[in-house]
């Protein structure tokens, strides 16, 4: 069966070689195209789901939007939309530059927030505090629930977050509830959330693997990192490794650590914390889904709050800049194993106890910690 979508492509194959001279909005489109086709992870996977057609078009309708417009901020929003026939995460365009529409978006004055009628200051304050934290903190709420925020799982909060339970440790151990507060946590390192396992684990933890895409492009990245001085020796030779991999599979996806699911064990079941509720909302993407699978499968954990933003399934971001370094392009090298049975991308992942909108933000932690002390047994 002949293929009519190939026909297709020498018409933006042209149209890109003609653009390609100047840096206008058209040509960064094209570049942005052409590079997220042929190196992002989850493009064939859209692709087999909404079909060649379908992208075809809205192709076109997005090239004649982009021949109209200057080469400034307002072209990478557009771009930014067109993008997101793929999905909302892990994904994006970024102007580089400073103009009018930018400037205007970065001056709007901030509102500020304002005491409701009838609530308590000191209450407000304190839960105001929680939510705006930049940095992991512990408190002990009560006799019977203790209290964990953790706003970001970078890998440069590492050492501070394992600090914090370390120091807590004792505490967390010998107190019935523990309230982990995750809102506004986009995300960040794996390795972030290591020292939060142990005190959740109840039973063996399954974490379904990734496969990295083999492009030249992609296959750089992983080079790149051997070179850098953040990483200790044997993490960089471990990235030389995983570059020779990859390299020896040109356009395949590739499985690094060599089996689909790993399943973590632990010696020790503690019996305290007894309950664990984790506060989650529309903020929640990336690393911090991924603490939350595993958090999951423990019998201690409920999540409360809303659904989470999805963005999980394709991972991995890789930021290149366009030619004319204006722009820069954001992708995802790798594929879970997960999909299509289990998507998140876009769909996110559920609370068990949902919070509805009569309870406000500032209410959030005391409703958990109710729950929680309502559900002793």
Known sequence: MRNTSLLLI???????????????CESNFLWAKKTFEENDAGFSYIIKKKGREAYEMH????????????????CAA???????????????????????????????????ATLPEGVDKAKYEKAAVQLNARKPFFE?????????????????????????????????????????????????????FEQLLPILYTNPVRTVGVEFLSTPLNNQRMLDLTKMDEFDEDSRKMFKTFYDTLSAHPGEFVNLFGKDVNISKRDTVYPYPKRVGIIIHNKNGSTTEQFLLAAKQSQKVKFFGRTTYGMLDISNVHIVPSPCKDFELYYGL????????????????????????????????????????????
């Open 140 to 192: 002990k709420l009560d006799a019977t629930t203790a209290y964990l925020r953790i706003p970001f799982f970078e890998i440069s909060e590492k050492k501070l977050i394992d600090s914090v339970i370390r120091q807590n440790r004792d505490v967390i151990l010998s107190t019935e509830n523990l309230i982990i507060d995750l809102r506004n946590n986009p995300g960040g390192s794996d390795a972030s």
């Open 78 to 112: 557009t771009i930014n939309q067109w993008i997101r026939f793929f999905r909302n995460g892990h994904i994006g365009i970024q102007y580089l530059k400073s103009d009018a529409a930018a400037q205007a978006i970065q001056t709007a004055p901030a509102t500020e």
């Open 10 to 24: 020498p018409l933006f194959a042209l149209a890109m070689d003609a653009a390609a001279q100047t840096c206008s």
């Open 59 to 74: 192709n076109r309708v997005y090239l004649e939007k982009v021949k109209k417009l200057p080469n400034n901020s307002e």
């Open 334 to 377: 790798s594929r879970t194993i997960r999909i299509p049975d289990f998507a998140i991308d876009d769909i996110g992942l559920q609370p068990d106890y949902f919070i509805d909108r009569t309870v406000k933000d500032y209410q959030w932690v005391d409703f958990v910690a109710e729950t929680l002390n309502n559900g002793k047994k």
